[in-house]
């Protein structure tokens, strides 16, 4: 099989890029980790690749809205490559503040295909507080995203500030008839959260941790897969190996649930 | 002309900020209001076309889905307005960004006098709230007036148009830049200026400088460059450099030892060649992986054949205690400059805090600078911006709350990081600058933000400190340097790296010119963020976010070109040279021309009168004290005590899993909210070694001596390595000592003495500890003046001093994380084991403390007995004997049981009479006392001979079982019977509520 080149963002305060390149070739995929200013200078080529990670951080220190200088500076220099990109039929991951900048670039919700109206805010956590903790996620099985098939409750980190989703009714109405909304927050039974602190850690709008656009090639969310790559990076793992260990079973193999969603990236494009 | 843009949230949406302001207003100062609405405000002082302006309101600060915003002052309703805006020269991040998105989205550069400041205005409704209740808000929530202006404007003097009018806090200095010639014709007059201009030098030291300057040769070499007197910039150099921040004059003192009931008298010459460096030289013989140490930013480990790590620890106290968010985040961002500039570049992969403060409730008649409730806050929050923005994860750290912290608070940061052991195929921890390379400095600005901080920190706070010395970390600017400096790195185009933090210029450039022997700096090429500095200001300047490189000229264009891509400034500002000068000029006139070694020759040493008090001699008794009857009440008010509670909404603001190594996070359990013994990452993605680090620090045994503090404090930290998993064979230290003032003065410091013998007491027990547990010390660092004078109810001020503190953090390695344990409860019917002996210790426990006791039976480290414990645990834990393992710290047995059965979830039946005791035979001894060297093991019960056998020759007492998931924590005393049957019986529960009660609910 052909080599599928992925490529994640680095520079301005981006900083999840080293684990999200290890996610990404765990998967099989080949990463790329490049400076914007490389995309921007034409140094490096969008077309060459067909992954596109926007990945966590805190670009440009968050400042007048997590994500939003980003998007301003992608918009103005590589708005039209980005929108050929996707038109390309490749796949883009925005995570945590890659998230919140493509929602300012408008590239979600992409709603009718419109890939440049800010229809949705991702912004201050009710809880008034920057957090980490693990959420458990109900991913939407009616779904077009490519990147969460065959999963349905799964377990991931949340770090951030910003991350309530907010819009108005009739663009949630949109996002959900049209099966947009991928991951909500649940509590650990996997049933909806529906708006409690601490399962719901923001305050989203009906739980919503992560959206795609409709053609389910283009996903955002809020918590971190490429946090969860190893056994070790779950919270409960001691305790879940000294209790397998019991009923004579071993640790837990296979990837995990956060690599599974770049597994699926690569088999998409396979 | 300037515009200023409004932006707030729609109607509708809730306002986390003003919320948490509301509810703080009315927890902290029972000021009740119905409403805040936060507005940010934008200052752009350009001249833009109304297109302009509506492009960069669109684009850059309005969202369209949540926000409103106006050039007019919006139309929030409001009783009481409040506005609160940085102070001229104060690092404004939100501005500086704000300015590379205007320029970006409208093609254009600012103009250099063009500029963007933020500030924000606050909505305030609600019934008769007063001016008065506003200015409590203001100053003591909102703003902080060293580096914050407010406005207070009512309803009726609010003018619509108006609003609060535009704010400029331009910096205008009209100062021509101009070196001053200081005569120094007498040791008096060289005093008096020392004084003036807070040069802080050493009285000691002031024949020394004089006679350098009227020397003779020294006269006769200056002539040619235009030089006599020495200029304002050559003794502020100096005053850098002899002070004790940089040079730690008081560990390289002379100290004059004596105890007068055991006789001893003795000079203690240079406590840190005595008890740090040689300890750790002979060390480094035995321990092949220990790479480097005593001389650079950091000490340096290996952790694989191709990857070593480094580590260091700082404080940043008197900032912190003046400014807690701005002293903290640049705390944390500084420290991480220090990794970054070990040997020739390290990338940053963890950082820790330790916060001692006053009581967070506080409510007596002393007036600190800022409230330790507030303190707390702010440190809090400047050390989770400094530390997430870097993308570095925070994944363990302890707060601490002793009423001695109120005179100066302390901010502990440690800092870890990471290098390939090779670049371009030489060692990466070996640098050196050589002539003709050139000195570039690259990352930010210099202005006059940091100007004696240095000196200041060797000072005891007082209403003269300086505020200037108060900064605002720039985590951002920093990633950006930070990225970029390491790709120069693995390019082989760095020689020499360091950071620009205490001294600025003058120690980064001035110490690291002393390996090529020489330097010439041209000041004038210093990027500055604003004219008018003079020269000293610019060489000693501490502005932030800043390194300094050596760099060959063959790869200047390559290096620039890297700067350039990552949008970073680096400047050319001198060469390196072997001329034995350190040479400086601006505008081709010298300014300064000394001998580089000028700092290394002839200062006389510091001297100490230490005299030793045992506690008796101090008053300290045992207490006359029968046992308790009501153990179950006692636990739970143990379990609610400050230092004991749950604290969790502190490492749940820190991101802890960012570089996606997270192994052992800093809350575990089922519930995920009980602390972890240590910290375990794995630095390497694609391996399954992992580093764990863990720090301790229990000041309380200082009351009564030091020594059992230091061994106690040093026994904790390795047990916290060992516990989950550590190799005992591989453990560096770092020791981050903060002390009160030991200069002996009959006025202003009378138990100078006392202080001094305190710490050349710990200074013997670092000695022994590390030499028996074969602990190098890889970094460490001091604070010196942990006073502070407070204002009393009557006007008065108290000298108050914290208790003799150090900081131990440790580092060790795990071959295999997946053999890491947990400390939380796993099975019901597992077994559980008391490992190490428990004796009548309660002296300074957290049992006395809460009885209103000292004592003086402190806990003793056995080392002997704790070896041989540690080794065979971390056997038992690599061979998978181990279910769970978690020391017994703070509080005692009783505590910490409570904590294993918190984090699991279960109750345990346990029998005190099988505890391993040496001389304890009353409950309240065996669940209180800290005794050192313990730990609480579980294990399988199809385990238990195989582990029993593993314990041969260790103390250990089979207690107890784990019980069912309903459980309660049942303890049956050795006299049960009068009890009445058990002596605690408390459901799981009920000890999560009372550990909770206090500090859970915060978020």
């Known amino acids: ?270 | 002309m300037a515009h200023r843009l409004e932006i707030t949230l729609k109607q509708g949406l809730p306002d986390a900020e003003g919320e948490g302001i509301r509810q703080k207003a009315k927890n902290y100062f029972g000021i009740e209001i119905d409403r805040i609405r936060t507005i940010q405000m934008v200052i752009i002082d350009a001249d833009f076309t109304p297109d302009q302006l509506s492009i960069v309101q669109r684009e850059v600060f309005t969202n369209p889905v949540t926000q409103r915003s106006s050039y007019a002052p919006l139309d929030e309703p409001f009783d009481w307005n409040i506005w609160v805006g940085f102070r001229p020269g104060v690092r404004d991040n939100p501005g500086a960004t704000a300015v590379e998105a205007i320029e970006d989205v409208l093609g254009i550069r600012l103009r250099p006098h063009e500029a963007v400041y933020t500030s924000k205005r606050y909505c305030v409704t609600g019934q008769g709230l007063s001016e008065a209740q506003m200015d409590r808000i203001a100053g003591g929530l909102l703003a902080n007036d060293i580096i914050q202006q407010w406005r207070i404007i009512s309803r009726e003097e609010w003018q619509p148009e108006e609003g609060v009018g535009i704010i400029i806090p331009k910096v205008r200095l009209d100062h021509t830049p101009t070196v001053t010639t200081l005569p120094v014709t007498s040791d008096a007059e060289l005093k008096s200026l020392s004084d003036e201009r807070n040069l802080a030098l050493s009285a000691n030291d002031i024949p020394i400088i004089r006679n350098y300057f009227t020397n003779p040769d020294n006269v006769g070499e200056r002539a040619p460059v235009g030089l006599t007197d020495p200029t304002d910039v050559e003794l502020e150099y100096i005053s850098q450099a002899r002070s004790d921040h940089c040079n730690h004059n008081t560990f390289r003192g002379k100290f004059f030892y004596r105890d007068p009931v055991s006789g001893e008298d003795v000079v203690e010459d240079n406590l840190f060649k005595t008890y740090i460096q040689g300890p750790t030289l002979a060390l480094k013989e035995k321990k092949e992986w220990v790479v480097s140490v005593l001389w650079d930013n950091a000490g340096v480990g290996r952790f694989d054949d191709n990857h070593n790590y480094v580590i260091t620890g700082e404080t940043h106290n008197s900032p912190s205690n003046m400014e807690a968010y701005g002293g903290a985040i640049t705390g944390i961002v500084g420290v991480y400059r220090d990794p970054l500039g070990t040997g020739k570049g390290s990338r940053l992969i963890m950082g820790s805090y330790g916060f001692c403060v006053g009581p967070r409730d506080y409510d007596g008649p002393l007036t600190p600078r800022l409230h330790p409730r507030r303190l707390l806050d702010g440190v809090i929050e400047g050390v989770r911006d400094g530390g997430n923005k870097s993308g570095v994860p925070t994944p363990f750290g302890q707060v601490t709350f002793h009423p001695g912290y109120m005179g100066k608070c302390l901010v502990f940061v440690t800092a870890l990081g990471f290098m390939p052991a090779t670049v371009q195929g030489t060692p990466c921890e070996e640098k050196t600058t050589s002539p003709g390379e050139l000195i570039i400095m690259s990352g930010g600005r210099v202005g006059k933000d940091g100007i004696h901080g240095v000196t200041a920190s060797s000072e005891v706070f007082s209403e003269s400190t300086p505020a200037g010395h108060v900064q605002i970390g720039d985590p951002y600017t920093q990633k950006k340097m930070h990225d970029f400096l390491l790709e120069a790195r693995d390019l082989g185009l760095i020689q020499f790296i360091t950071d620009n933090g205490g001294g600025g210029l003058s120690s980064s450039v001035g110490e690291s010119a002393l390996l090529s022997g020489g330097c010439e700096v041209e000041l004038e090429k210093v990027p500055l963020k604003y004219a008018g500095l003079d020269q000293w200001e610019i060489w000693i300047s501490e502005s932030q976010e800043r390194m300094t490189i050596a760099v060959r000229p063959e790869d200047l264009d390559r290096f620039m070109a890297l700067s350039k891509l990552h949008a970073v400034e680096s400047t050319v500002i001198g060469r390196y040279t072997d001329t034995g000068k350190l040479h400086i000029t601006y505008e081709g006139k010298t300014c300064a021309f000394v001998d580089l070694d000028l700092l290394e020759s002839g200062f006389p040493q510091w001297e100490f009168e230490a005299e030793w008090l045992p506690p008796y001699q101090r008053g300290l008794n045992e207490p006359v004290l029968n046992p308790p009857k009501d153990y179950g009440r006692l636990l739970l008010d143990l379990l609610s005590r400050p230092n004991i509670c749950a604290k969790n909404w502190v490492a749940r603001q820190y991101d802890h899993e960012v570089q996606g190594g997270s192994v052992v996070k800093p809350l575990g359990g089922v519930g995920r909210d009980v602390p972890s013994d240590a910290a375990v990452i794995r630095p390497v993605l694609t391996s399954e070694k992992g580093i764990v680090f863990s720090q301790a620090l229990i000041p309380f045994y200082s009351a009564i001596d030091a020594y059992h503090m230091t061994a106690c404090t040093i026994d904790e930290a390795v047990r916290r390595l060992i516990v989950v998993g550590g190799d005992p064979s591989h453990i560096g230290g770092v020791d981050n000592f903060c002390w009160p003032s030991i200069q002996y003065d009959p006025e202003t410091n009378p138990d100078g003495k006392f202080r001094a013998a305190q710490l050349v007491r710990s200074c013997r027990a670092l000695k022994d500890l590390c030499m028996a547990y074969e602990i190098p010390l890889l970094s460490g660092k001091d604070s010196m003046y942990v006073d502070g004078h407070l204002t009393g109810r009557y006007g008065e001020s108290h000298k108050v001093s914290a208790l003799e503190t150090l900081q131990f953090s440790a580092t060790s390695l795990v071959s295999d994380v997946k053999n890491c344990v947990s400390m939380e409860l796993k099975a019901p019917g597992d077994l559980v084991y008391i490992l190490g002996l428990t004796r009548n210790e309660l002296g300074a426990s957290e049992y006395y403390e809460h009885l209103g006791y000292i004592g003086t039976r402190v806990p003793r480290v056995d080392t002997e007995g704790s070896k041989r414990t540690y080794t065979a645990l971390s056997q038992a834990i690599e061979g998978g004997l181990v279910a769970s393992a978690h020391g017994i710290y703070r509080g005692g047995l009783g505590v910490h049981l409570a904590m294993t059965a918190m984090g699991g979830g279960r109750g345990l039946d346990i029998d005190l009479g099988k505890v391993p005791v040496e001389d304890g035979d009353r409950d309240d001894v065996i669940l209180f006392s800290e005794s050192a060297g313990r730990f609480i093991v579980t294990i399988d019960p199809k385990h238990r001979e195989a582990f029993e056998a593993r314990m041969a020759g260790v103390s250990f007492g089979k207690v107890g079982t784990v019980t069912d998931a309903e459980g309660r924590l049942t303890v049956r005393g050795l006299d049960a019977e009068q009890a009445g049957g058990s002596t605690i019986d408390l459901r799981v529960s009920a000890l999560k509520e009372a550990w909770m009660a206090p500090l859970g609910e915060l978020i």
């Open chain 1, 1 to 270: 099989m052909t080599e599928i080149n992925a490529l994640v963002l680095t520079g301005y305060g981006l900083n999840c890029d080293m684990e999200t390149a290890h996610a990404l070739s765990l998967a099989g995929a080949n990463p790329h980790r490049v400076h914007i200013n490389k995309l921007i200078s034409g140094e490096v080529d969008l077309s060459n690749f067909k992954i596109l990670v926007f990945g966590g951080g805190f670009s440009w220190g968050d400042d007048h809205g997590a994500g939003v200088v980003q998007a301003v500076r992608l918009k103005t220099h590589i708005g039209e490559a980005l929108l050929r990109f996707i038109d390309r039929g490749n796949l883009v991951l925005a995570i945590c503040n890659g998230f919140q900048t493509l929602v300012n670039l408008g590239l979600l919700p992409g709603i009718g295909g419109d890939y440049t109206t800010r229809s949705v805010a991702i912004t201050y956590n009710d809880c008034g507080n920057f957090r980490d903790d693990w959420v458990t996620l109900r991913l939407n099985p009616e779904s077009p995203c490519v990147f969460t098939r065959g999963m349905d409750v799964i377990e991931l980190p949340v770090r951030h500030g910003e991350g309530k989703f907010y819009t108005d009714k009739e663009t949630l109405f949109q996002l959900v008839s049209n099966r947009q909304v991928v991951a909500q927050y649940a509590d650990r039974s996997g049933a909806p959260a529906e708006g409690k602190f601490p399962e719901n850690p923001n305050g989203s709008l009906l739980d919503i941790a992560g959206i795609c656009d409709e053609t389910g090639r283009v996903f955002g969310l809020m918590p971190h897969p490429e946090a969860y790559n190893h056994i070790t990076n779950h919270p409960d793992w001691m305790r879940s190996k000294e209790l397998n260990r019991r009923n004579g079973a071993g640790m837990a193999g296979g990837p995990t649930d956060g690599i599974r969603m770049f597994m699926n990236a690569v088999a998409y494009l396979s």
